[in-house]
């Protein structure tokens, strides 16, 4: 059974957005907030933009924006007076992924996972109360593109692997997560996740139906540390049409012992 998700707000406005506009920014707040706003769905702003998203005045992100040019975080288009991620920041982005043990030691794994079962599959963890893909490889038959790349992240309850991720945390936690992600449940919506989060924490995986979009399956399994914390979780993504229920527990078997696999492999680079 599908966890479906209640998106709608007070007046139209979640609760991120409230805490936002009444919550006073540094300049070095401001400046990093303006490089949070970049995403492959919304790669480019101009400044107005910007200035609307933030809640702060154009001048200001106008001045932002100069610095951050400056220093080759931001570079603008001078054509069309918009602005894109700068070189720099494409620096450090890849410093970062190289340096992250996580992708690094599960590259092969998701290799290896998507050539045996033929569908997309990534690597995920909690951050930001939200699912966050810091692995991914697609199939070679994949046709949901931009769903899952390194740096998507999806709304915790709306991915099987978030459900994975948050399924052994405590009642206030999850109402915490979710909360501070911006989604708005009530009392009853929440106990009926709390009751189907516990079924799955019980069965050691996660199954979505049409969570991303209609017709899109999605299986999902902890990856765990040395003390049985859950630190990541391994998500499979495919077409209704190809995973059928049948062949659920083939896929939940293979993604478990990947999953095997990548915790041996964390606990011996830490040793």
């Known amino acids: ?43 480019d702003y101009s400044p107005k933009e910007i200035a609307n998203r933030l809640s702060i005045a154009e001048s200001t992100a106008h001045r932002l924006l100069s610095t951050l040019r400056k220093e080759g975080f931001i570079a603008k288009d001078n054509i069309n007076n918009r602005y894109r991620l700068g070189i720099s920041i494409r620096a450090l982005e890849s410093v970062l992924v190289k340096d992250l043990e996580l992708y690094n030691v599960s590259t092969s794994i998701l290799h290896s996972l998507s050539k045996k079962m033929n569908e997309a599959v990534s690597l ?30 999806h709304p ?31 009392a009853d919506r929440l106990q009926y996740d709390l009751t189907k989060l516990l079924h799955i924490q019980e069965k050691g995986y996660a199954i979505s139906y049409n969570d991303f979009s209609s017709g899109i399956t999605s299986i999902a399994v902890p990856v ?12 499979l993504i495919g077409s209704e049409q190809r995973i059928p229920t049948s062949s659920i527990h083939i896929y939940v078997k293979i993604l478990k012992e990947a999953a095997i696999e990548l915790e041996k492999s964390l606990h011996k680079k830490n040793e």
């Open 124 to 153: 995920c963890i909690l951050y930001d109360n939200q699912t966050l893909y810091v692995n991914t490889v697609d199939s070679d038959h994949s046709v949901f593109d931009g769903l899952t790349y390194v740096g998507k992240s």
């Open 224 to 235: 765990k540390n040395k003390s049985g914390g859950i630190i990541a979780a391994f998500e």
């Open 1 to 43: 059974m599908d966890i479906s998700i209640n998106h709608s707000y007070d007046n139209g406005i979640g609760k991120k957005e409230m805490e936002v506009e009444n919550k006073s920014f540094s300049s070095l707040e401001n400046a990093l907030r303006i490089l949070g706003l970049f995403s492959v769905e919304e790669p």
């Open 156 to 186: 915790i309850l709306s991915t099987s692997a978030g459900k994975v991720l948050i399924s052994s945390k405590s009642k206030q936690e999850i109402e915490e997560i979710i909360s501070k992600g911006g989604t708005c449940i009530n």
